[in-house]
């Protein structure tokens, strides 16, 4: 397969992270890499969910480093070598542990730029797994998008493709900002797409996944595919013809393409995985509504997991995780409405 003369091959999501951090360590010797069982873990090749297969025996314990089981520890070790010259890759295995180190990130990381006035840069991307979908249990599970787009300072990425994933890592890390960067497990596994040739995926830019007429879509992470396989039966059984925006970057976030859409559908519907008071779909609901309500024919609806911890039943747990028929539901009132 070819776009505009690239070579494309499918791949994995795990496989286009590992691809982006073996490129960006071989373009500018600064990138290292940092976290629990980063160097062999418990493959032998690296990384709980092998995202840094390989890395060590490239680049050696120099450049990917084992930490000990302390995020506020390790990730104060990686704000330091930021500030010093390196670009530190941080892994934290699961997302609910970005509360272990969050006065690292939110008080440390986030504001150096700010408290001395530009003269330190803190160029740190922190690497993090969504849980959610591994019947787990509640500490493990948690989708904390939203928290970290409420702090000044930071930016926040949620790829939902291989293709996104390889793209933004490589952008994240060639920026001068501290980065939170969100994975999925269930997108883990899943395949698409990627080009063999140098590309990067800029922040800051949306993308719609499918473009349609009948109203906007916007998804975030793990709904993404689940949106589009929404939309596609939606077309096929009702013909509703759903526009999907993966905004890709939260923050900054890409404002323009989701308010264009609302411009042109006049109805919304945002789904996230993560729950639904204060959460990802809350910002976007306000700002579409703040800019853009004289074109709204419908009240904006939120998809989103309800206000409960993540049970460890993996049955109970799917009940939470929003599906396809929820929004296809919830597309349905909104043009009935």
Known sequence: MYIRGCTMREITYVEALNEALREEMRRDERVIVMGEDVQLGYSGRGGLFLVTADLMREFGPERVRDTPISEEGFVGAAIGAAITG???????????????????IVNVAAKLRYSTGGQLKVPIVIRTMIGQGRGVG??????????FMNVPGLKVVAPSTPYDAKGLLKSAIRDESPIIFFESFLLYRTKGFVPTEEYIVPLGEADVKRKGTDLTIV??????????????????EFNIDAEVIDPRTLVPLDKKTIINSVMKTNRLIIVESGVKTCGVGAEIASIVAEET???LDAPIKRVAAPHIPAPASPALEQLTIPSENDIIRAVREILQG
Do not use: G
């Open 138 to 147: 509640s500490d493990h599970s948690q989708v904390p998008i939203a928290w």
């Open 86 to 104: 390196l670009k530190p890759v941080v892994e934290i295995m699961y997302a609910d542990f970005l509360l272990c180190c969050m006065n690292q």
């Open 293 to 295: 309500f004289d074109y």
């Open 219 to 236: 998804a975030i992470s793990t709904m993404v595919p689940c949106a589009l396989s929404a939309a596609k039966k939606l077309k096929e």
